[in-house]
T-cell receptor, first 111, second 114 residues
Framework: QKEVEQNSGPLSVPEGAIASLNCTYS??????FFWYRQYSGKSPELIMF????GDKEDGRFTAQLNKASQYVSLLIRDSQPSDSATYLC???????????FGGGTRLMVKP | EAQVTQNPRYLITVTGKKLTVTCSQN?????MSWYRQDPGLGLRQIYY???????DKGDVPEGYKVSRKEKRNFPLILESPSPNQTSLYFC?????????????FGPGTRLTVT
């Protein structure tokens, strides 16, 4: 069983809608959780990180963490065509020395 | 400009011919790491280094070697490349002390082994 699971998509949403991306993880001791965005042919770039249960907002992005359910999500409000990319969920282990990535969800925002 | 650089960006080689992919960062980061990215499998960690002369295996270390003789450099060595090592490789670095542990990624090296 993969340690970090994401639906590969593609997830297609119309421009202006809310895109909801989900991620589950298996290591209950994980402490830090990250969302990276990766455009085709480019390197990943960090969008948000979260390490406390609840919501964390940054502009149009909201990360949600539920450690009891081992679930992390990313909401993108007012989705724009420029948000079309692959979104990678990453989980840092308790020792803080390794980052495990999910397979990524491809998001397509249609004008 | 703060950055992670990798060379070469593209490489086509033949089975068994030793190669080295270089990685360098100018941010004085302690932590450096190598990943490979394959379709449907996401990023998988090959090796990482917590500091100079300290390296450890990630999830997929077979067929790879690394060294960390200087803080800024973390080369990836393929002693005898095989076709299953055809992949997109990323080097990353981070400042170990920061709570976000944000990793800065290099531009990637696309390797093809025939």
């Amino acid at each position: 069983q993969k340690e970090v699971e994401q639906n590969s998509g593609p997830l297609s949403v119309p421009e202006g809608a809310i895109a909801s991306l989900n991620c589950t993880y298996s290591d209950r001791g994980s402490q830090s959780f990250f969302w990276y965005r990766q455009y085709s042919g480019k390197s990943p770039e960090l969008i948000m990180f979260i390490y406390s249960n609840g919501d964390k907002e940054d502009g149009r992005f909201t990360a949600q963490l539920n450690k009891a359910s081992q679930y992390v999500s990313l909401l993108i409000r007012d989705s724009q065509p420029s948000d079309s990319a692959t979104y990678l969920c990453a989980v840092r282990n308790n020792a803080g020395n390794m980052l495990t990535f999910g397979g990524g969800t491809r998001l397509m925002v249609k004008p | 400009e703060a950055q992670v650089t990798q060379n070469p960006r593209y490489l086509i080689t033949v089975t068994g011919k030793k190669l080295t992919v270089t990685c360098s960062q100018n941010m004085n980061h302690e932590y450096m790491s190598w990943y490979r990215q394959d379709p449907g499998l996401g990023l998988r960690q090959i090796y990482y280094s917590m500091n100079v002369e300290v390296t450890d295996k990630g999830d997929v270390p077979e067929g790879y070697k690394v060294s960390r003789k200087e803080k800024r450099n973390f080369p990836l060595i393929l002693e005898s490349p095989s076709p299953n090592q055809t992949s997109l490789y990323f080097c990353a670095s981070s400042h170990k002390g920061q709570p976000s542990y944000e990793q800065y990624f290099g531009p990637g090296t696309r390797l093809t082994v025939t």
